[in-house]
């Protein structure tokens, strides 16, 4: 069973840095692309990054490009995502998911789902 | 990369059909055929629905599928029922490898 488990939310200050981390087990962590999706309180899901099996591709949504990062440790099975610069407007659930569908492995946005971790900024 | 159009609100007696749609553009809805859909219950994660437009994954109901005509998508479920009362997200893979999600419509069961 594939089970992914988001940690390091928390209150962060404004202009403030955090790291996201995602444990992934029951599956080939090593052989899938994975992403981060973000949901503001009370609004919809935002695609945030993806980030290749092997690391070397990363993409994000543009308007985040510079102050997220992506990254990957696949002998630990795990996620991350580094936040700088921090600002209200970024307090939101951060999900981290796999990029394929389950049994085809066919690829899509999110085809398994942590339960997501909340980050609040804020003074 | 701005967000996929959808309607707000969408809402049906329990046994009817509804349709969402979910309003693109050539660099996206109508540029690939990987739109997804996802149901997100209040507090939950989300839930892949449908993917490739039209594919449903496994353990998915039949009721829900999926089409596409140029830049609009479009997710329908038949024969409603209550536990499908939820919020509904398309998402298209875009230009540049990155991906976008609609807007969000929220399905009421009368």
């Known amino acids: 069973e594939v089970q992914l488990e988001e940690s390091g939310g928390g209150l962060v200050q404004p202009g403030g840095s955090l790291r996201l981390s995602c444990a992934a087990s029951?599956?080939?962590?090593?052989?899938?692309?994975m992403s981060w999706v973000r949901q503001a309180p009370g609004k919809g899901l935002e695609w945030v990054a993806n980030?290749?099996?092997?690391?070397?591709?990363?993409n994000y949504v543009d308007s985040l490009k510079g102050r997220f990062t992506i990254s990957r440790d696949n002998g630990k099975n795990s996620l991350y995502l580094q936040m700088s610069s921090l600002r209200a407007e970024d307090t939101a659930v951060y999900y981290c998911?796999?990029?394929?569908?389950?049994?085809?492995?066919?690829?899509?946005?999110?085809?398994?789902w942590g339960p997501g971790t909340l980050v609040t900024v804020s003074s | 990369q701005s967000a996929l159009t959808q309607p707000a609100s969408v809402s049906g007696s329990p046994g009817q059909s509804i349709a969402i749609s979910c309003t693109g553009t050539?660099?996206?809805?109508?540029?690939?055929?990987?739109v997804s859909w996802y149901q997100q219950h209040p507090g939950r994660a989300p839930k892949l629905m449908i993917y490739?437009?039209?594919n449903r994954p496994s353990g998915v109901s039949n009721r829900f599928s999926g089409s596409k005509s140029g830049n609009t998508a479009s997710l329908t479920i038949s024969g409603l029922q209550t536990e499908d009362e939820a919020d509904y997200y398309c998402?298209?893979?875009?230009?540049?490898?990155?991906?976008?999600f609609g807007t969000g419509t929220k399905v009421t069961v009368l």
């Open positions: 050539s660099s996206d809805v109508g540029g690939y055929n990987y």
């Open positions: 029951g599956f080939t962590f090593r052989s899938y692309w």
């Open positions: 998911a796999r990029c394929a569908v389950a049994v085809t492995g066919v690829a899509v946005a999110g085809g398994d």
């Open positions: 980030i290749k099996p092997d690391g070397s591709e990363k």
């Open positions: 490739d437009v039209s």
């Open positions: 998402c298209s893979f875009s230009s540049s490898s990155t991906y976008v």
